[in-house]
C-alpha cells in the first residue's frame, strides 16, 4: 500500500527565506508523487510532478522538489518565500504508469510567510 | 491542462436533506473521481466514477449515502444523501484530462455546511 507523510503541519518562514516542506513516502512500485497548493477557499492546484524522468522537478512559482529513491523523499523548496506563498500544501503520491491510479494524499502543511 | 467547474460552490443545508453536487470537465475523461477534505484535513477518495458502469467505492463509503452518477465522458453528480452535519466538508471532483493522463486535475470545491 502506498501511504505519505508530511513532517510538520505548520511551517512558518519570512519573506525571502528558504521554504522546505517535506515529504516521504512509501511504495511497493516506481511511484508518481505530486505537490498540490491551495489557497484558501480554492481547489487544489497541481505545483509540479515526479514521474521518473528528472529526479530535480521545477515546478510553478518558482518551487521545486527532489526525488531521492534512497531517502524515499520528495521534499519542496522555494528560494525566497513570497507573501503570496501562504497556502496548505499537500503531497501525494500513485502508482507508476497508470492513468487509473489512485492518489493518496499526505495530511497536509500549511505554509505561513512572516513579513 | 483541463478546467474542471462544480456547481454549487457553496451550500447551507438542514440535517436529514439530500445534495446534489455536480462536476464538469472540459473534454472527455473516462476516470472521474471524488474526494471529500473535512474541515483542516486532507483529502479523503470517495469514489472512482467511470462511464457506463458502477461507481467504485473506498473504505468506509457507501453507494447509499453517496449515489453517484456518470452520465457521459465531460459530466458527474455526487449525491450527498440524507445529511448530518458530520457530511460538513468541501467536496472536489477530479479527473486525468486531456494529454497529461498521470496527473489528476481538481475542480474548485463545493463547501457543504450541515445544520
Known amino acids: 500500500a502506498q501511504s505519505v507523510t508530511q513532517l510538520g503541519s505548520h511551517v512558518s518562514v519570512s519573506e525571502g527565506a528558504l521554504v522546505l516542506l517535506r515529504c516521504n513516502y512509501s511504495?511497493?512500485?516506481?511511484?508518481?508523487l505530486f505537490w498540490y497548493v491551495q489557497y484558501p477557499n480554492q481547489g487544489l492546484q497541481l505545483l509540479l510532478k515526479?514521474?521518473?524522468?528528472?529526479?530535480l522537478v521545477k515546478g510553478i512559482n518558482g518551487f521545486e522538489a527532489e526525488f531521492k529513491k534512497s531517502e524515499t523523499s520528495f521534499h519542496l523548496t522555494k528560494p525566497s518565500a513570497h507573501m503570496s506563498d501562504a497556502a496548505e500544501y499537500f503531497c501525494?503520491?500513485?502508482?507508476?504508469?497508470?492513468?487509473?491510479?489512485?492518489?493518496?494524499f499526505g495530511s497536509g502543511t500549511r505554509l505561513s510567510i512572516r513579513p | 491542462s483541463a478546467v474542471i467547474s462544480q456547481k454549487p460552490s457553496r451550500d447551507i443545508c438542514q440535517r436529514g436533506t439530500s445534495l446534489t453536487i455536480q462536476c464538469q470537465v472540459d473534454s472527455q475523461v473516462t476516470m472521474m473521481f471524488w474526494y471529500r477534505q473535512q474541515p483542516g484535513q486532507s483529502l479523503t477518495l470517495i469514489a472512482t466514477?467511470?462511464?457506463?458502469?458502477?461507481?467504485?467505492?473506498e473504505s468506509g463509503f457507501v453507494i447509499d449515502k453517496f449515489p453517484i452518477s456518470r452520465p457521459n465522458l465531460t459530466f458527474s453528480t455526487l449525491t450527498v444523501s440524507n445529511m448530518s452535519p458530520e457530511d460538513s466538508s468541501i467536496y472536489l471532483c477530479?479527473?486525468?484530462?486531456?494529454?497529461?493522463?498521470?496527473?489528476?486535475?481538481f475542480g474548485p470545491g463545493t463547501r457543504l455546511t450541515v445544520l
Open positions: 515526479y514521474t521518473s524522468a528528472a529526479t
Open positions: 477530479s479527473a486525468f484530462a486531456g494529454f497529461d493522463t498521470d496527473t489528476q486535475y
Open positions: 466514477a467511470n462511464q457506463g458502469s458502477e461507481a467504485t467505492y
Open positions: 501525494a503520491v500513485s502508482d507508476y504508469g497508470s492513468s487509473a491510479s489512485k492518489i493518496i
Open positions: 511504495s511497493s512500485v516506481p511511484p508518481y
